[in-house]
Structures are given as structure tokens and as C-alpha cells.
């Protein structure tokens, strides 16, 4: 099993920068056969959609509409994941979800993704 924590959602006016924060524990086995790692969003009224992933070798992947903007990173050493915001927009306003996956198939943004944590809310006014 996997635990993820998010922190470091906030409001914030638009051009404004915020850094999510995700936290993971668990059993070393578990975190050693992690394959991806990602940020997701989800805004009231609207499905889900991937924003980074990035997977155990540091390969970053972004949703379009974020790229250029957000930037994914990871410490390992501290089984971290972070996503820095920057240029943020009011129609970034959603919970962010970090996520991650064991699944030995799939792709960065699509998943499947078997771990999620509780997410973290981003406000950005205009």
C-alpha cells in the first residue's frame, strides 16, 4: 500500500505562483514499484484531467494546457513529489490530486493510476 499527502493549495491572484507538495509512505516494497508519479485536477462541474506525470527514471510528461507554466519534480530520497505553479490563471482553480501508479502497463497522463491521495485546493481569483 501507498499513502499520498498533498499540501500547499492556497488562494492566490492570477500570475501568482503556489508549490504542491506530495507526500509519500508505505511499505518500501510498495514505493519501490512505483512506475509514475502525476498531478491531476479537478474543477466543480468537470471530469478530472491530468496536468505532469513524471515517471522513476525523471521523465516529465504535461497536459498542454500547463505547459510552459507548471513544472513536476520529484526527491526520491524524500519520496516527494512537487508541482511548481507559476502564471497561474482562474481557471487553474481546482483540487489537485496527487496519484501514482504500480501498474506495469499504461502511460504517464492516462494511467490507470492505483494510489490517490485526498488533494489539496488551489483558488485563483482574477
Known amino acids: 500500500q501507498v499513502q499520498l499527502v498533498e499540501s500547499g493549495g492556497g488562494s492566490v491572484q492570477a500570475g501568482g505562483s503556489l508549490l504542491l507538495s506530495c507526500a509519500a509512505s508505505?511499505?518500501?516494497?510498495?514505493?519501490?514499484?512505483?512506475?509514475?508519479m502525476g498531478w491531476f485536477r479537478q474543477a466543480p462541474g468537470k471530469e478530472r484531467e491530468a496536468v505532469a506525470a513524471?515517471?522513476?527514471?525523471?521523465?516529465?510528461t504535461y497536459a498542454d494546457f500547463v505547459k510552459g507554466r507548471f513544472t513536476i519534480s520529484q526527491d526520491t530520497a524524500k519520496n516527494t513529489l512537487y508541482l511548481q505553479m507559476n502564471s497561474l490563471k482562474p481557471e487553474d482553480t481546482a483540487m489537485y490530486y496527487c496519484a501514482a501508479t504500480t501498474s506495469p502497463t499504461g502511460t504517464p497522463l492516462r494511467g490507470p493510476y492505483n494510489y490517490w491521495g485526498q488533494g489539496t485546493q488551489v483558488t485563483v481569483s482574477a
Open positions: 508505505g511499505y518500501a516494497y510498495s514505493l519501490y514499484y512505483i512506475k509514475y
Open positions: 513524471i515517471d522513476s527514471g525523471g521523465r516529465m
